[in-house]
Each structure stands twice: as structure tokens, then as C-alpha cells.
């Protein structure tokens, strides 16, 4: 896919009107590759008040890992649309229309600044892939198997989804005390192998200031950040092996598209924005942290 983010994108982090600022971390990935991260915040007027706020990861709207750096300023500027697109479309008169009342995330969506709206497709595509296979496989709909791995502590499994050109990589590794994760959907198995890889390195960086820690569940305030480290715990890891060995041995449900779909509006003169969503694709709780969704 063509990208066209050095000339859509040339002013934006210098501007601030609608980036406001951005910060650069570097994260080592287990292979020792070293890897540039970086996180972007929309300008104020930008966010509503309802987004929530993260204990553990920064509180920023759009972020980005690649061993280039420019490449992860693309993404993370890419996500940061993306989220700008998510705010004011959940808050719209087309909210039914792109299934916003059925499911008030950024499931299914992605931003890509292309010369037309089949790049955004494609990634909301893998997206949608990988979100909805992780809710089914939970559910105890979906197989899944284990890959040999030569890396130390590190856990491959695949999750095997009726999806043409999909395939599903699903990380556990153990850092001490802690239980980390990463998931990803690609064309190949070891495409999406590495890409989960990419994921798995930010959330060794980002999970190591609650290593070793004695906080529990109730200290934190959003459930993604309760999920996450009850997960990381032992007793959430011994649940998610539950899972993985109590996996379905055949495929018993297929994936239904309720929405295929560019969001358009001021972002359009960046990037293009889609969503795919197939149903069901929302935790069946919005409070239980024993759900693997973060």
C-alpha cells in the first residue's frame, strides 16, 4: 500500500492544531531488535470529556512502534486521527449507522493516509480479524493451537478463525513475577507473529512500572487497566491457560459484518478513516476483569 504520510502529515506536529504534542521512547523487542515508540496527543478542543484515563498506559490518543522512527511517528499520528475520527463519530448522527450504539469503541477502525480509502480498509479489516477472534475464542467458540518457540518464557498460540487471509498470533510471556501479552492479525502466521512481537515489547515497557507491585485490582480505575494486570497476575494467567486448554476443537461460529464503512470529516484532509465490525465483537461485561479484552 502506498503511503503518502511524509506529505499529509509534513506540518502536523508542528502546527498543534491538531496534534498537540508527541513523545519518543525506545523499546527492545525479545529477538533484541531495538525498536522506536512514540505517542501523540490531539489538541484539547479535540477530546471530550468522557474519554477515559489510563493508570498504566499514558493517557495519549494515538501511539506507534517500528524499528524506524519515522514510520512510528506515521503510525502513532495515524492512530491519533483515528481516535479524533472515533470521538466525534460516536458523538453523531451517524453513530447507529457505523454501530457506535452496539459497540462504543475503536473496534474496527483505522486511519491511513492514502490516495484512497482502501488502505484505511485493509487495516480496519485486520483489526476487526483479530478483535472479534479474541472474543470468540474466550467464549470458547474458536481453536487454538501452540507453536514451537525458541525464545525463553514466551508462549506462541494461534487462534484459528474462518477468515480468508487472516491468521491470529496470541503471545504469553513471563517477565519475574509478571504475565505480559500481545495479539496481532495479518495475511501470514508469521507476519502476524511479529507484529505481535512489536505489541509485546510496548507492553514490557509500559507494564514494568507495576512489576512487583502490591497493588490489586480495585486500585485501578478503568477496566482495561484492571483486565490487564489481573491478567498479569498468576491467578489471571492460570485463567487465561484455562482457556487455551479448554480452547474449541472445531470452529463453531462465523463472523457476521454489521458494519463496512469510511467515517469522513475534517480528518479527511490528513488520512482516510474505515470501520469494519462484525458482531459481538464487545466484551459480554463492561465491569468483569476476568474478560481477556485490553
Given at each position: 500500500m502506498s503511503t503518502f504520510a511524509p506529505w499529509y502529515y509534513r506540518n502536523l506536529l508542528?502546527?498543534?492544531?491538531?496534534?498537540?504534542?508527541a513523545e519518543f521512547f525506545k523499546?527492545?523487542?525479545?529477538?533484541?531488535?531495538?525498536?522506536?515508540?512514540?505517542?501523540?496527543?490531539l489538541?484539547?478542543?479535540?477530546?471530550?470529556?468522557?474519554?477515559?484515563?489510563?493508570?498504566?498506559?499514558?493517557?495519549?490518543?494515538?501511539?506507534?512502534?517500528s524499528p524506524y522512527k519515522n514510520i512510528a511517528?506515521?503510525?502513532a499520528i495515524s492512530e491519533a486521527l483515528e481516535r479524533w475520527a472515533f470521538y466525534e463519530a460516536a458523538d453523531s448522527t451517524?453513530?447507529?449507522?457505523?454501530?457506535?450504539?452496539?459497540?462504543?469503541?475503536?473496534?474496527?477502525?483505522?486511519?491511513?493516509?492514502?490516495?484512497?480509502?482502501?488502505?484505511?480498509?485493509?487495516?480496519?479489516?485486520q483489526e476487526a480479524n483479530e478483535r472479534w477472534a479474541l472474543h470468540e475464542f474466550w467464549r470458547g467458540n474458536l481453536p487454538v493451537i501452540e507453536h514451537r518457540c525458541s525464545i525463553e518464557n514466551l508462549q506462541r498460540?494461534?487462534?484459528?478463525a474462518p477468515i480468508d487471509n487472516c491468521r491470529i498470533s496470541l503471545l504469553s510471556y513471563k517477565k519475574g513475577v509478571q504475565y505480559l501479552y500481545s495479539?496481532?492479525?495479518?495475511?501470514t502466521i508469521e507476519e502476524s507473529f511479529k507484529h505481535a512481537l512489536v505489541e509485546l515489547a510496548r507492553n514490557i515497557r509500559v507494564m514494568a512500572k507495576i512489576g512487583g507491585s502490591s497493588k490489586v485490582v480495585s486500585d485501578f480505575n478503568d477496566i482495561s487497566d484492571k483486565r490487564l494486570f489481573y491478567f498479569s497476575t498468576e491467578v489471571g494467567h492460570d485463567l487465561f491457560i484455562e482457556k487455551i486448554e479448554g480452547a474449541a476443537t472445531g470452529i463453531k461460529i462465523q463472523p457476521k459484518i454489521i458494519c463496512?464503512?469510511?467515517?469522513?470529516?475534517?480528518?479527511?484532509?490528513?488520512?482516510?478513516?474505515?470501520?469494519?465490525?462484525?458482531?459481538?465483537?464487545?466484551?459480554?461485561?463492561?465491569?468483569?476483569?476476568?474478560?481477556?479484552?485490553?
Open positions: 508542528e502546527d498543534k492544531k491538531i496534534i498537540d504534542s523499546a527492545e523487542m525479545l529477538s533484541g531488535e531495538v525498536l522506536y515508540e512514540v505517542i501523540c496527543s489538541n484539547e478542543r479535540l477530546r471530550p470529556e468522557w474519554v477515559s484515563k489510563s493508570d498504566v498506559y499514558n493517557n495519549c490518543d494515538g501511539s506507534g512502534t511517528v506515521y503510525k451517524d453513530a447507529k449507522r457505523l454501530c457506535f450504539d452496539s459497540n462504543p469503541t475503536t473496534t474496527g477502525m483505522a486511519a491511513y493516509p492514502g490516495l484512497t480509502s482502501n488502505g484505511a480498509r485493509i487495516k480496519a479489516i498460540f494461534e487462534i484459528i495479539f496481532a492479525a495479518e495475511k463496512d464503512l469510511e467515517i469522513k470529516g475534517e480528518w479527511n484532509k490528513y488520512t482516510r478513516v474505515w470501520r469494519h465490525l462484525y458482531a459481538n465483537s464487545y466484551p459480554d461485561s463492561e465491569i468483569d476483569h476476568t474478560i481477556f479484552m485490553f
